[in-house]
């Protein structure tokens, strides 16, 4: 079945760092890539996504490219800050359907 | 902005009671969505509605569980006799449109309990 495949964390880093969280997917098809955001107390949020190959999504900074050779879509931001510290879910919807395939999650720490 | 609202924020329930986990989705939304969150593992997807019928559930939603939308407002997961793993985070979500890849907007979740 589906799986989507987060590096582990907590991932922290000082404000203005540079940030990457990898994530790769396994799927049959062609399906589409999602990351949410989780700041403390709060739902799960859209952050960005991309629904076919090449495609980058883009929000509040963050980046991320739909790379269907390497089954990737790794999370980038140039410049992070500390508001920016939650907790960043990867996830997939295969073609058609709604539901939603979650990364574990990786917990952002920012530093002042 | 409108946004989901769930409650309650927690609920306490021992085991083999009935729980219902309650949800107001966004109002002009047409999808619904229950998932759920064991305590440090992933979110997993249980159930997705439509026109007042399931439309997608997982292996996690079994005859224990049920959805319904009682009136134009509210939309509940009903769990009829609650085991010690049921014990998780419920999130519940809704989207506006038939498009699959369309936003879905979670609510900020019911973490279950149950002893």
């Known amino acids: ?112 | 902005e409108p946004e989901v609202t769930q409650t309650p924020s927690h609920q306490v329930t021992q085991m083999g009671q009935e729980v219902i986990l309650r949800c107001v989705p966004i109002s002009n939304h047409l999808y619904f969505y229950w998932y759920r969150q064991i305590l440090g593992q992933k979110v997993e997807f249980l159930v997705s509605f439509y026109n007042n019928e399931i439309s997608e559930k997982s292996e996690i939603f079994d005859d224990q569980f049920s959805v319904e939308r009682p009136d134009g407002s509210n939309f509940t997961l009903k769990i009829r006799s609650t085991k010690l793993e049921d014990s998780a985070m419920y999130f519940c979500a809704s989207s506006r449109s038939e498009i699959s890849t369309d936003t879905q907007y979670f609510g900020p979740g019911t973490r279950l309990t149950v002893l």
């Open chain 1, 1 to 112: 079945g589906d799986s989507v495949t987060q590096m582990e964390g907590p991932v922290t880093l000082s404000e203005e760092a540079f940030l990457t969280i990898n994530c790769t997917y396994t799927a049959t098809g062609y399906p589409s890539l999602f990351w949410y955001v989780q700041y403390p107390g709060e739902g799960l949020q859209l952050l960005l996504k991309a629904t076919k190959a090449d495609d980058k999504g883009s929000n509040k900074g963050f980046e991320a490219t739909y790379r269907k050779e390497t089954t990737s879509f790794h999370l980038e931001k140039g410049s992070v800050q500390v508001s920016d510290s939650a907790v960043y879910f990867c996830a997939l919807s295969e073609a058609g359907r709604r539901a939603l395939t979650f990364g574990s999650g990786t917990r952002l720490q920012v530093q002042p």
